[in-house]
């Protein structure tokens, strides 16, 4: 009988997982709010055993992140409650709040990403955990990329399920920065910090101003849905 209720309840939420896109987002979202707080504490640790500041800063980073899912995963299950209204006007000025907090996300960036650049990252993890690390980075570019063109397609018009993909796909795009300097970490000689200069110095750029242009994007794309959607005085 027991047997019976739980896989009922598991086909219940595979059913609900398919049809449900808003669903899909805030799933993925729960798991990848635990995910990204085991790896702020995992650079932190890092960072204060190796003295590391890259190690610091990207647990910083990662903290932020942290915070942001929260806050959006925390008022999604309150909104649970209320009527619709009441939820479009949380949901707004909760995308205020926590599109402030993505700038702050993007400032946070920039000192690990110049430590990046100029290869200042000492802590060699060796060649397993950068293979798991590709794996896991590769893992999150595709499919950040692809529910990010899912949702153009979506009708949930819900301001912090946009949010939480753009949030998704940032994280990848940080994820490469990752994996970038730690492949050249595990694969550089001593001799070849020069050489690396300029590549992982122009990568990084790239990357951040994606990241920044996404966010501005994200932002200026909300802020005229929810316009759209206010009600009329």
């Given at each position: 009988?027991?047997?019976?209720?739980?896989?009922?309840?598991?086909?219940?939420?595979?059913?609900?997982?398919?049809?449900?896109?808003?669903?899909?987002?805030?799933?993925?979202?729960?798991?990848?709010?635990?995910?990204?707080?085991?790896?702020?504490?995992?650079?932190?640790?890092?960072?204060?055993?190796?003295?590391?500041?890259?190690?610091?800063?990207?647990?910083?980073?990662?903290?932020?992140?942290?915070?942001?899912?929260?806050?959006?995963?925390?008022?999604?299950?309150?909104?649970?409650?209320?009527?619709?209204?009441?939820?479009?006007?949380?949901?707004?000025?909760?995308?205020?709040?926590?599109?402030?907090?993505?700038?702050?996300?993007?400032?946070?960036?920039?000192?690990?990403?110049?430590?990046?650049?100029?290869?200042?990252?000492?802590?060699?993890?060796?060649?397993?955990?950068?293979?798991?690390?590709?794996?896991?980075?590769?893992?999150?570019?595709?499919?950040?990329?692809?529910?990010?063109?899912?949702?153009?397609?979506?009708?949930?018009?819900?301001?912090?399920?946009?949010?939480?993909?753009?949030?998704?796909?940032?994280?990848?795009?940080?994820?490469?920065?990752?994996?970038?300097?730690?492949l050249i970490l595990v694969n550089q000689e001593s001799s070849d910090t020069s050489s690396m200069l300029p590549l992982t110095a122009s990568s990084s750029a790239v990357i951040y101003s994606i990241i920044v242009i996404t966010t501005l994007c994200m932002l200026r794309n909300g802020m005229a849905e929810s316009k759209a959607t206010r009600p009329e005085p």
């Amino acid at each position: 009988m027991v047997d019976q209720s739980i896989r009922g309840r598991l086909r219940r939420t595979v059913e609900r997982w398919r049809r449900d896109y808003s669903f899909q987002t805030m799933a993925g979202a729960c798991v990848s709010f635990c995910v990204t707080l085991l790896f702020a504490f995992y650079h932190g640790y890092l960072g204060l055993c190796f003295s590391s500041a890259w190690h610091k800063n990207i647990g910083i980073f990662y903290l932020l992140l942290t915070a942001i899912r929260g806050c959006v995963l925390l008022s999604e299950k309150r909104n649970t409650s209320r009527p619709e209204e009441m939820r479009r006007v949380c949901r707004r000025r909760i995308f205020l709040i926590s599109s402030l907090m993505l700038l702050l996300l993007d400032l946070s960036l920039i000192t690990p990403i110049v430590l990046m650049a100029l290869l200042a990252k000492p802590t060699n993890i060796g060649i397993h955990p950068a293979i798991a690390m590709a794996t896991y980075t590769t893992y999150k570019i595709i499919a950040a990329s692809l529910h990010i063109h899912k949702q153009k397609r979506a009708p949930h018009q819900n301001l912090l399920i946009s949010e939480l993909r753009v949030i998704n796909f940032i994280d990848a795009l940080v994820s490469i920065l990752t994996l970038q300097s730690t492949l050249i970490l595990v694969n550089q000689e001593s001799s070849d910090t020069s050489s690396m200069l300029p590549l992982t110095a122009s990568s990084s750029a790239v990357i951040y101003s994606i990241i920044v242009i996404t966010t501005l994007c994200m932002l200026r794309n909300g802020m005229a849905e929810s316009k759209a959607t206010r009600p009329e005085p």
